[in-house]
């Protein structure tokens, strides 16, 4: 059974930083070209968007163009564990923020993604 857990998340003033933590366990697709692990966030009232998306065989890294920059995804293979270290932090970046795993050749679509974790809430002030 794969779980994914999402931690990291907090409230935190504009221009500051966070860290999101995303523990894995289960999954077994990762020797997969197309095994991806990506970050999203759902604000309220809009549509869940894909923020930035790794493929875990090789490491290539997509960004949406809103936080390109200031994000940045890592995985590190020896703890199962996926990260997005966000810095230079909007108010229009708060969200629930998902970490996701699946199948896919659509780095920030949700299409092929079958495994999600609760969602860790991430709040900016002004």
């Known amino acids: 059974q794969v779980q994914l857990v999402e931690s990291g998340g907090g409230s935190v003033q504009a221009g500051g930083s966070l860290t999101l933590s995303c523990a894995a366990s289960?999954?077994?697709?990762?020797?997969?070209?197309?095994?991806?692990m990506a970050w999203f966030r759902q604000a309220p009232g809009k549509e869940r968007e894909g923020v930035a998306a790794i493929y875990t065989q090789g490491g290539y890294t997509t960004y949406a163009d809103s936080v390109k920059g200031r994000f940045t995804i890592a995985q590190d293979n020896a703890k199962n564990t996926l990260y997005l270290q966000m810095n230079s932090l909007k108010p229009e970046d708060t969200a629930m923020y998902y970490c996701?795993?699946?199948?896919?050749?659509?780095?920030?679509?949700?299409?092929?993604?079958?495994?999600w974790g609760q969602g860790t809430q991430v709040t900016v002030s002004s």
């Open positions: 996701a795993a699946g199948l896919s050749r659509f780095p920030l679509s949700s299409s092929g993604l079958n495994f």
């Open positions: 289960g999954y077994r697709y990762s020797q997969y070209s197309s095994s991806l």
